[in-house]
T-cell receptor, first 112, second 113 residues
Framework: AQRVTQPEKLLSVFKGAPVELKCNYS??????LFWYVQYSRQRLQLLLR??SRESIKGFTADLNKGETSFHLKKPFAQEEDSAMYYC??????????????FGKGTLLTVNP | DGGITQSPKYLFRKEGQNVTLSCEQN?????MYWYRQDPGQGLRLIYY???????QKGDIAEGYSVSREKKESFPLTVTSAQKNPTAFYLC????????????FGPGTRLTVL
C-alpha cells in the first residue's frame, strides 16, 4: 500500500524566514512525488513534481529515497506563500498504480 | 477559466436522498477522478476513470456511484447509503498515465441536512 505522511497540520513562519514542509512516504516500488498547493479561494494546483526537477515560486523539493522523504523548501518565505500544501505520491508502472495518494496537508501561514 | 468545471458550487439535500454532482472538462483528457476533501483528512479518492465506459473504485467508493458515458463528463452520485455525505467534493482530470499533472475543478460543497 502507498502512504503519504505530512507530520505538521499547521506551520507558521515570519516573512523572510526559511520554510520547510515535511513529507514522508511509504511505497514498495519507485514512486513519483508531487506537491500540490491550494491558495485561499483558488483551485488545487500542481506546485512541483520530482521528475521535472523545477524550482517553482522559489520552492524546491528533493527526493531522498533513503529517508523516504520529499520535503518542500523555500529559503525566504513570502506572505503570498500562505496556503494549504499537499504532498502526493503516484506509483510507477501501469494498471492501478497510477492513482495519486495525498497526504493530509499542511497549512502554511507566513506572518508579516 | 474553463478547463474543468463542477456544478453546483453548493448543494443541500435531505438525508436519504440521492444527489448527483456534475463534472465536465474540455481539456480532452482521458482520465477523470473524484476526491472527497474533509478537514484534516486531505484528499481521498472515490472513483476514477481512465477511459470512456470504464471506471474503478478508489479508496472510499462505498455509498457512491459514477458513470462515464462521454469523455467530457464524469458525474458522481452520492447515494443514501453513504453514511457521512457532507463534505467538499473535488473532480480532476489528466492525460492518461500515472505521472501526469491532475487539473482540479473548483469543487462542490455538499451539505446533507
Amino acid at each position: 500500500a502507498q502512504r503519504v505522511t505530512q507530520p505538521e497540520k499547521l506551520l507558521s513562519v515570519f516573512k523572510g524566514a526559511p520554510v520547510e514542509l515535511k513529507c514522508n512516504y511509504s511505497y514498495s516500488g519507485s514512486p513519483e512525488l508531487f506537491w500540490y498547493v491550494q491558495y485561499s479561494r483558488q483551485r488545487l494546483q500542481l506546485l512541483l513534481r520530482h521528475i521535472s526537477r523545477e524550482s517553482i515560486k522559489g520552492f524546491t523539493a528533493d527526493l531522498n529515497k533513503g529517508e523516504t522523504s520529499f520535503h518542500l523548501k523555500k529559503p525566504f518565505a513570502q506572505e503570498e506563500d500562505s496556503a494549504m500544501y499537499y504532498c502526493a505520491l503516484s506509483g510507477m508502472g501501469g494498471g492501478s498504480n497510477y492513482k495519486l495518494t495525498f497526504g493530509k496537508g499542511t497549512l502554511l501561514t507566513v506572518n508579516p | 477559466d474553463g478547463g474543468i468545471t463542477q456544478s453546483p458550487k453548493y448543494l443541500f439535500r435531505k438525508e436519504g436522498q440521492n444527489v448527483t454532482l456534475s463534472c465536465e472538462q474540455n481539456l480532452n483528457h482521458d482520465a477523470m477522478y473524484w476526491y472527497r476533501q474533509d478537514p484534516g483528512q486531505g484528499l481521498r479518492l472515490i472513483y476514477y476513470s481512465q477511459i470512456v465506459n470504464d471506471f474503478q473504485k478508489g479508496d472510499i467508493a462505498e455509498g457512491y456511484s459514477v458513470s462515464r458515458e462521454k469523455k467530457e463528463s464524469f458525474p458522481l452520485t452520492v447515494t443514501s447509503a453513504q453514511k457521512n455525505p457532507t463534505a467538499f467534493y473535488l473532480c480532476a482530470s489528466s492525460l492518461t498515465g500515472g505521472f501526469n499533472e491532475q487539473f482540479f475543478g473548483p469543487g462542490t460543497r455538499l451539505t446533507v441536512l
